[in-house]
């Protein structure tokens, strides 16, 4: 059977899918078009100095999840429930990336099993977009959906295409305000990342 690839100059859009809770409870997240940025390669990224003090890192412990090394530096705030000021969970956050339907999905996030938080970045022709989620089991029907005003987003990745098993390496940075019905949230992230491609569990 031929093996499916990624390759992020020719992929078509799909939703976001988080990685641990898939079909199952609320997921709050943004489904209207987001504004697409275009992927930088930088096949030199694998050298950062950052990967090394991944190696002596572990990921932040999930439900049914705990990797060694660490898979993500990135700082992520926003300011649902805390300031943006308040740095002590920013780096909790845990990389997997993914192929669905030849669609390169890499997922930043947590999960405690009841709530789960963080960002997918969806790449294809030449772009990609990054849309923020927070979802519950708390199921709320008939809730309007968000919209997201991109006030600026970059991606750097180590190569255009992937496959499943591969290593992916990246950085990413973006400001992103959240628009709902009763609130507005201001979405801030920046650093590296890495994973191996898997398929959609």
Known sequence: MKQKTANIFSLSLRLPVWICIAFIGCFNTACHKIEAGN?????????????????????YPEVGYYAWPKTSDVSYF????????????????????????????INIGISDGEEWSGFTINCRNH??????YFGTDNIVLGKPEPTFDVIEQSLALNKSNYSIGDSIYGKVKFKIIE?????????IAEGYFRSKVTKAP
């Open 39 to 59: 992927i930088i390669i930088n096949a030199d990224i694998t050298k950062n100095p950052v990967y090394k003090k991944l190696d002596k890192e572990r990921d």
């Open 78 to 105: 926003n300011d649902r429930f805390q300031k943006l000021t308040d740095t002590i969970n920013a780096r909790n956050y845990n990389c997997k990336s993914f192929v669905i339907d030849s669609v390169l999905k």
């Open 127 to 132: 772009l990609f977009d990054v849309k923020p």
């Open 179 to 187: 628009k709902g019905a009763d609130a507005k949230v201001t979405h």
